[in-house]
């Protein structure tokens, strides 16, 4: 008995701190309609910059207290509400999404950048040097005093702002209709700043107080914030009373496992994997509307001519094709997984991009795919690189069966908590028998990946297998296309636009969502499978879920509505990271901030860059002139390579520098457009629709 208290005051004093930082979640949420991923990232820059004035500079507790609460998680609110998510606030739910998506990944690459990630570091507790209290036979430290006075005092603060202030009416009336709110002359602006100010707070706060408990480390530390998740789901992402309820069964059911579990080797994972599991067990439980509206600002998704798209699938080839005769073994080690990652970000193509279904856990499915091969393809047995897809394409399809009733943010929360229990239980299990069958996945190490064999001949060399990754990937983007002009196609979209609609029309929203996550998942194996086979041997933090944000982010960025998304994923993501290394070794860390930098910048181009650069460079290849001397520029250096004369860095250099003389060419020899005065009732037909269009419409209007 005196055991059970002890973990009960363990879990007690830890949910008081996801109580702590998941109200600041759903404060923000309901304010401002901003599900903050960057909430715990947030809450662990602030105990690293506590850490850094106390243990690093010896600022005494209190004056690093006030100067991290009071100033510096103020200010970083204000920042990421003035400069980041004001400008995306008219956008859809998504685009919102993702932006906070890219704090996350941007905040763990500041922290590591600044802070060593190889030197370890701790926080003491408060009161450390005290004795602790007994409340009978059960113990408690200072600092879990601390941490419970905390919680309480906050809960009551809240509690009196929202309800007894006129800032917390403004707030809570925000939410309901910010228009409505503007009118009654309230400033809905000063509304979102004060929840963002004290969202923050709230997660310094919490940040400080866990951070004695666990390592200082940045991706443990932000990903802390999966059990604040779970808290939050638990009330809704309204109720702060049920959020803290919520938090106290995430709290002791952490501390009664560590305590209580059996030891053996299967279970260990599952104690890091417990929130995670909880946040999914939660989303489904809890009661969401299943057809509501969303939302989200609609975009048309691009018909690919089947002409265009073997004309891309070409270009795919050949480029595969010049990287492989250019490079030697250790650059194609580098930049071969440019085809394979291509084809992890093509896989967000037909889900999230046609089906308008987020998912956070394409990286974890390719996982699944590099295991599968990796066992079964141990001879290069084609049949394997089959068997991985299919593996693959049902793992994603058990998934869609118990999400088929999330979306939107939910549907985010739920692929992450996969992605995650996953990474944290399922990849480090040992092998086991399942139904008389002995099932392997990464058996608590590395998995080795042969090369594959297509009639009698093995591809055990990095060109070859390059050249393969890229057949492969131009295989898969013509698929896509031909998936998008299909009558499969035309209902994605349709599910896309209105799920109620759909259902009410005679769609059939299970069978559509399970084909699309399956389609999807299918395509992430076989872009894990190619991964395994370049590196020769995978591991299991390759695959987890911080490392498949960045894939995420650079998909979003290009535009997930257009096949070329993959190759420009996997040119993105791997091309400038390793190329500008290589350069310079000590840019390591700004190349690891460019991920997230790229998602921020979303709000400036939400259709993403692919669009943009097709309108750029058609008139290129439309120009006989260019043509020509894109076709030179390339072939001469070459050429030159090939005999040794020029090196492949070089090469490539030149390559670029050619497309961009041809391009400036035939822009200059362009005649500028003057555009016609269209009438008010075509704009965003005759003319593309403009972000002031709304607001010299709303003024002509007050005119009349």
């Known amino acids: 008995m005196d055991q059970f208290l002890a973990f009960g005051i363990v879990g007690l004093s830890t949910a008081a701190i996801y109580a702590v930082i998941g109200s600041g979640l759903v404060l923000t949420y309901t304010t401002t309609g901003v599900f903050n991923f960057a909430h715990g990232a947030a809450g662990m820059m602030a105990a690293f910059a506590y850490w850094q004035l106390t243990a690093g500079w010896g600022v005494p507790v209190p004056v690093a207290l006030a100067v991290v609460l009071l100033v510096l998680a103020p200010a970083f609110g204000?920042?990421?509400?003035?400069?980041?998510?004001?400008?995306?606030?008219?956008?859809?739910?998504?685009?919102?999404?993702?932006?906070?998506?890219?704090?996350?990944?941007?905040?763990?690459?500041?922290?590591?950048?600044?802070?060593?990630?190889?030197?370890?570091?701790?926080?003491?507790?408060?009161?450390?040097d005290r004795a602790p209290l007994h409340l009978g036979p059960a113990t408690l430290t200072w600092h879990q005093t601390i941490i419970m006075i905390v919680a309480v005092m906050i809960a009551v603060g809240l509690r009196i702002l929202l309800y007894r202030t006129r800032f917390g009416a403004e707030m809570r009336a925000t939410v309901d209709d910010r228009g409505l709110v503007g009118l009654t002359g309230a400033d809905p602006l000063r509304a979102n700043r004060i929840a963002w100010i004290l969202g923050t707070q709230l997660a310094a706060v919490g940040g400080i107080l866990i951070a004695p408990n666990v390592a200082l480390d940045a991706v443990q530390?932000?990903?802390?914030?999966?059990?604040?998740?779970?808290?939050?789901?638990?009330?809704?992402?309204?109720?702060?009373?049920?959020?803290?309820?919520?938090?106290?069964?995430?709290?002791?059911?952490?501390?009664?496992?560590?305590?209580?579990?059996?030891?053996?080797?299967?279970?260990?994972?599952?104690?890091?994997?417990?929130?995670?599991?909880?946040?999914?067990?939660?989303?489904?439980?809890?009661?969401h509307r299943r057809l509501r509206g969303r939302d989200?600002?609609?975009?048309?998704?691009?018909?690919?001519?089947?002409?265009?798209?073997?004309?891309?699938?070409?270009?795919?080839?050949?480029?595969?094709?010049?990287?492989?005769?250019?490079?030697?073994?250790?650059?194609?080690?580098?930049?071969?997984?440019?085809?394979?990652?291509?084809?992890?970000?093509?896989?967000?193509?037909?889900?999230?991009g046609y089906a308008g279904q987020i998912s956070l856990c394409q990286l974890s499915l390719a996982g699944v795919g590099a295991v599968v091969w990796g066992h079964l393809g141990s001879h290069g047995d084609l049949w394997a690189l089959g068997a991985a897809i299919g593996v693959a394409a049902t793992v994603g399809a058990l998934i869609a069966v118990p999400v088929l009733r999330l979306s939107g943010v939910y549907l985010a929360l739920g692929t992450a908590a996969v992605a995650v229990v996953l990474d944290r239980w399922i990849f480090t299990l040992p092998a086991f028998d399942?139904?008389?069958?002995?099932?392997?996945?990464?058996?608590?190490?590395?998995?080795?990946?042969?090369?594959?064999?297509?009639?009698?001949?093995?591809?055990?060399?990095?060109?070859?297998?390059?050249?393969?990754?890229?057949?492969?990937?131009?295989?898969?983007?013509?698929?896509?296309?031909?998936?998008?002009?299909?009558?499969?196609?035309?209902?994605?979209?349709?599910?896309?636009?209105?799920?109620?609609?759909?259902?009410?029309?005679?769609?059939?929203?299970?069978?559509?969502?399970?084909?699309?996550?399956?389609?999807?998942?299918?395509?992430a194996g076989l872009g894990g499978a190619l991964y395994a086979m370049q590196e020769r041997s995978v591991t299991a933090d390759q695959f987890n879920f911080v490392a498949g944000l960045p894939i995420f982010l650079i998909a979003v960025v290009g535009g997930l509505t257009w096949v070329g998304t993959g190759l420009f994923t996997g040119t993105a993501y791997v091309a400038p990271i390793n190329g500008l290394v290589a350069l310079a070794p000590s840019l390591t860390n700004v190349v690891a901030l460019l991920p997230g930098l790229a998602g921020v910048g979303l709000g400036r181009n939400p259709d993403g860059v692919l669009p943009e650069l097709r309108r750029r460079w058609d008139p290129t290849f439309g120009e006989p002139i260019a043509v020509a001397l894109l076709v030179a520029g390339i072939a001469v250096p070459w050429l030159l390579t090939m005999t040794g004369l020029v090196s492949g860095g070089a090469f490539l250099a030149t390559s670029l520098v050619v497309g961009l003389i041809a391009q400036s060419y035939v822009a200059s020899r362009r005649p500028a457009v003057v555009e016609a005065d269209v009438p008010v009732e075509w704009w965003g037909v005759r003319r593309p629709w403009r972000e002031d269009d709304e607001e010299a419409l709303a003024r002509g209007i007050a005119r009349g």
């Open 434 to 523: 399942l139904l008389g069958v002995r099932i392997s996945l990464f058996d608590q190490g590395s998995v080795e990946a042969a090369a594959p064999r297509l009639f009698g001949v093995r591809f055990e060399s990095g060109q070859r297998l390059v050249i393969f990754a890229a057949v492969c990937l131009a295989l898969a983007s013509l698929g896509v296309a031909l998936l998008r002009r299909s009558r499969f196609g035309r209902r994605l979209i349709a599910l896309r636009d209105s799920e109620a609609a759909y259902a009410t029309l005679g769609g059939n929203l299970l069978i559509a969502r399970v084909a699309v996550f399956a389609l999807s998942a299918g395509i």
């Open 78 to 128: 204000l920042l990421v509400e003035r400069f980041i998510l004001r400008p995306v606030q008219s956008l859809g739910e998504t685009e919102r999404l993702v932006m906070t998506v890219a704090m996350l990944s941007g905040l763990i690459a500041v922290s590591q950048w600044i802070w060593n990630p190889n030197e370890p570091r701790t926080l003491s507790t408060f009161f450390a």
């Open 296 to 352: 989200q600002r609609l975009r048309p998704v691009p018909t690919p001519s089947l002409r265009g798209t073997a004309a891309f699938g070409a270009v795919t080839v050949l480029f595969g094709v010049l990287l492989a005769s250019v490079m030697g073994e250790a650059d194609l080690i580098t930049y071969g997984p440019i085809f394979s990652l291509g084809v992890v970000g093509l896989s967000f193509v037909p889900l999230a």
């Open 221 to 287: 530390l932000s990903l802390l914030i999966v059990s604040a998740y779970t808290a939050a789901v638990f009330g809704r992402l309204r109720s702060l009373p049920a959020t803290f309820a919520g938090a106290v069964v995430v709290g002791c059911t952490e501390s009664y496992l560590a305590g209580y579990l059996p030891q053996n080797a299967y279970l260990p994972g599952l104690r890091l994997a417990a929130p995670a599991l909880l946040l999914f067990v939660a989303l489904l439980v809890f009661p």
